[in-house]
């Protein structure tokens, strides 16, 4: 009989956040795999370190970082293969994922190449969303409020295609996620939107390193894993 | 020295998707909290019961579900004093919320009261949202696609104030939640805005009463913890 592949969410950094279920089955686990980018260390890894069995065996998949998808596509291809050689003896795989695995985690890619032959579970993790509206003090959502989640890409882009900015004003709170080189233009959208005010910044939330600021006090440079968390109305009930 | 409040996230109702920090802090609690809705049991407590220890003292607050918010409001007050009191006799107090404290959560409302006179620390959960996305094996959000969370309430709000539907259509996936007694007139819209296809319908997501349907094939009538889930378009990277 197949193995099982478990897509496990680790949480958004804090090893203390992930969930019983994932250091269980990463407890249990006799074949682990994870991605790591451009030959860097796996952020995914580093936080289920201390719960991995000495012995158990990891799929390391090499994801090179370039515009052009097809290399990247090219190690989840090889990736995925090795995964199925593991299912195909009987083995259970728990693949490592930062945050949760359906919320722009790379687990995806995975999932598309196996759910057809083998049986997969997820396993739903923190989000560094909630996480960063915790750190911050900040509750995000209360009642029938609306939230919008919006990656920094997609912002520049609709900026630069000269659409209406709308996206920025129909949610009551927003998350702009994945600023990195984006920063500088998400901000200035934000300033024209009227919203900085009620923006904070947060980078690395949960980790050592974590960052949380007003964001008229940010720094100028954002790395990949930062978030501006605008909550525009406070709840009138509270 | 006065005791801190944990507002401490309880996943979506299995157990084991608590965080390894909530099960601690649990696990070390004098003092827990937590609200029971109209008399009812405390869907926060059932979902902790197996890590609070013996000879906890335990402040139950009692919320009406009342039209009226002021009922509710002074339930809260009630509650909130008798956090105070433990907390100015140096005990710490931990406040159970399922799903994350700050996201949809009762917790903002005791935040509200603590927050200006004691340490509140708020630890993060897994939210009713991606754990639908896991339990329908419908990845929710990939590279740069928006996400809109939407409440029902606010969406059959809209409909009925006239207000054009452009939530429905300006992102990528859409997760409609607290369906309850809207769920007939939120399918009608979503009928409308041609999503019927794509919508995936998920009950208490986790429980060990677990509903998961294609929306086509929903029962007629929806709990308050239920949702709908509209993936749009897959990720062409997939």
Not at 73 to 84: C, F, M, T
Request: hydrophobic share 45%; glycine share 8%.
């Amino acid at each position: 009989m197949s193995g099982t592949v478990y897509g496990i969410g680790l949480g958004p950094g804090d090893p203390e956040l992930m969930t019983l279920k994932a250091a269980r089955l990463i407890g249990e686990a006799k074949v682990i795999a994870y991605p790591t980018l451009a030959g860097g260390e796996s952020f995914a890894r580093s936080i289920a370190a201390a719960y991995i069995p000495k012995g158990t065996r990891e799929i390391v998949m090499d994801v090179p970082m370039t515009v052009d998808r097809a290399p990247a596509q090219a190690a989840y291809d090889i990736g995925a293969n090795a995964i199925r050689s593991a299912l195909d003896a009987g083995e259970d795989v728990v693949v490592l994922c930062e945050g949760d695995p359906f919320f722009y985690g790379s687990f995806m890619y995975l999932f598309a190449r196996l759910k057809r032959d083998y049986a997969v579970e997820v396993v739903p993790g923190v989000t560094s969303v909630t996480t960063c509206a915790a750190v911050a003090g900040v509750p995000m959502a209360a009642r029938n409020e609306v939230v919008t989640i919006l990656p920094a890409p997609e912002l520049v882009a609709r900026m630069e295609g000269g659409h209406p900015m709308d996206v920025l004003h129909g949610a009551d709170t927003l998350v702009v996620m994945k600023l990195g080189r984006h920063f500088a233009r998400v901000r200035a959208a934000i300033e024209t939107a009227g919203l900085t005010e009620e923006a904070v910044y947060i980078e690395r939330a949960s980790t050592p390193h974590e960052v949380v600021l007003p964001l008229s006090q940010a720094p100028e440079k954002a790395p990949y894993f930062s978030m501006i968390l605008i909550v525009k109305g406070a709840d009138p009930w509270l």
